[in-house]
C-alpha cells in the first residue's frame, strides 16, 4: 500500500512476520526488503522466520531479522538507514553496506542477497575469541561467488588477559 509522508515522499508501508506495520521510506529500503521476502518465499516452510520491523535506534530506520528454526543456523540481522545497511550475522560478524559512489541501490541490495544466501546455503564460519564471557573478536568467513569474504569485528581489550577462541560452522537453514 503505498502513501504519502508528510515530505511528500511515496512510502510503502509492508507487513510481514508478524504482521507489524513498517514504513519504508527510501529506495534501498524498499528494495533489500523485496529481496530478503524472494528469499524466504523460497526456503522450505518453518525453516526460519522473517520479521519486518522499525528500529529501535532512535536515529529511525528499519531491522530485518531472518532466524533460522535450526539452532545450528546463523541468524541475519540486517538494520538500514537511509542508503546505509549494517548486517550483524551469526553471533558477532559485522558488515557495512553503503550505497554511494562506489554502490548503487541494486549493486548494494545484491551484496546483502549474496552474503544472505551465503548464510542460508551454510556456507558460513565464525571464529569468536572471548574475554570474560564477552565477544572481544570475531571473524566471519563465508564463500560467495567462488571467492571468500571477510567479516572483521574487534573491541577494545586488555591485552594482557587470556581469550578463549571458538569456532563455529554453521549448517544450511534447509537440510
Not at 24 to 35: K, P, T
Not at 41 to 56: D, E, F, H, V
Not at 90 to 114: M, Y
Request: net charge positive; glycine share 8%.
Amino acid at each position: 500500500m503505498a502513501r504519502r509522508c508528510a515530505s511528500g515522499m511515496a512510502s510503502l508501508y509492508s507487513s510481514i512476520g508478524d504482521r507489524m506495520m513498517v514504513r519504508i521510506q527510501s529506495e534501498f529500503e524498499q528494495e533489500v526488503c523485496r529481496m530478503y521476502e524472494r528469499l524466504f518465499s523460497k526456503l522450505p516452510k518453518g525453516a526460519a522466520t522473517l520479521t519486518i520491523r522499525p528500529s529501535i535506534d532512535p536515529a529511525g530506520g528499519i531491522d530485518v531479522l531472518v532466524v533460522p528454526t535450526n539452532p545450528r543456523s546463523a541468524p541475519i540481522n540486517t538494520h538500514i538507514l537511509g542508503e546505509t545497511a549494517y548486517m550483524r550475522i551469526g553471533q558477532s560478524s559485522l558488515s557495512e553496506i553503503l550505497i554511494g559512489p562506489k554502490a548503487t541501490t541494486a549493486e548494494a541490495t545484491d551484496t546483502i542477497r549474496q552474503m544472505s544466501e551465503a548464510v542460508i546455503d551454510g556456507r558460513f564460519s565464525e571464529d569468536l575469541w572471548f574475554d570474560r564471557g564477552r565477544v572481544v573478536k570475531a571473524i566471519g568467513t563465508m564463500k560467495l561467488s567462488g571467492r571468500k569474504g571477510r567479516l572483521r569485528y574487534q573491541k577494545l581489550f586488555n591485552p594482557l588477559t587470556s581469550k578463549a577462541k571458538q569456532h563455529f560452522d554453521y549448517a544450511p537453514y534447509a537440510t
